[in-house]
T-cell receptor, first 115, second 111 residues
Framework: DADVTQTPRNRITKTGKRIMLECSQT?????MYWYRQDPGLGLRLIYY???????NKGEISDGYSVSRQAQAKFSLSLESAIPNQTALYFC??????????????FGPGTRLTVL | LAKTTQPISMDSYEGQEVNITCSHN???????ITWYQQFPSQGPRFIIQ???TKVTNEVASLFIPADRKSSTLSLPRVSLSDTAVYYC????????????FGTGTRLTVIP
């Protein structure tokens, strides 16, 4: 979805380096999420934020940190990258829906390789 | 936390109807059932959502029996472009239970 952008789209880094992945959205949504996807596997939730002052750990938060700089921006950091963090990272947003569970809108993904 | 179980993979010929079933035995009263579609190297995309009985949109139908312990995503007359991974999620609006995608079902449409 073009309303959710991620930078960079591809990144190669070395073990031990600090790296930040950024996500921006123009949908006006309060909720933002970070997922990682490994080859042949589903998405796993890293962190999520229901509003600017709310940060929650997901299924696999170890080795990651996040910052919600504004309603529209949610960054994911790897303080000291390691090879098993090589994956495809997705940012997503959701907002008020008419009913039921809020639909999530995903960014294009960031392919991260840690050597 | 309602956990879901789906078949790992399915194959279908073009033009056929495909039904993908998801089991969610521990579904809670406030939980909804949501299905997403993911193409390679893209983020998932919302397909359909339901609470009970049947829901239909321009893309698919979702059948939910009275006990709500399972659901079936039905794709009518699939084409090659429907080859993707399909995820079933169960959760309520307020919390984060709806954020667990699992491994999904890999559908391959054969010419």
């Amino acid at each position: 979805d073009a309303d959710v952008t991620q930078t960079p789209r591809n990144r190669i880094t070395k073990t031990g380096k600090r790296i930040m992945l950024e996500c921006s959205q123009t949908k006006g949504h309060d909720r933002m999420y970070w997922y990682r996807q490994d080859p042949g596997l589903g998405l796993r939730l890293i962190y999520y934020s229901f509003d600017v002052k709310d940060i929650n750990k997901g299924e696999i938060s170890d080795g990651y940190s996040v910052s919600r700089q504004a309603q529209a921006k949610f960054s994911l950091s790897l303080e000291s990258a390691i090879p098993n963090q090589t994956a495809l990272y997705f940012c997503a947003t959701s907002g008020p829906g008419l009913a039921g569970v809020n639909e999530q809108f995903f960014g294009p993904g960031t392919r991260l390789t840690v050597l | 936390l309602a956990k879901t179980t789906q078949p790992i993979s399915m194959d279908s010929y073009e033009g056929q109807e495909v039904n993908i079933t998801c089991s969610h035995n521990n579904i809670a009263t406030n939980d909804y059932i949501t299905w997403y579609q993911q193409f390679p190297s893209q983020g998932p995309r919302f397909i359909i959502q339901g609470y009970k009985t049947k829901v239909t949109n321009e893309v698919a139908s979702l059948f939910i029996p009275a006990d709500r312990k399972s659901s079936t995503l039905s794709l009518p007359r699939v084409s090659l472009s429907d080859t993707a991974v399909y995820y079933c999620l169960v959760g309520d609006k307020a919390g984060a239970n709806n954020l667990f995608f699992g491994t999904g079902t890999r559908l391959t449409v054969i010419p």
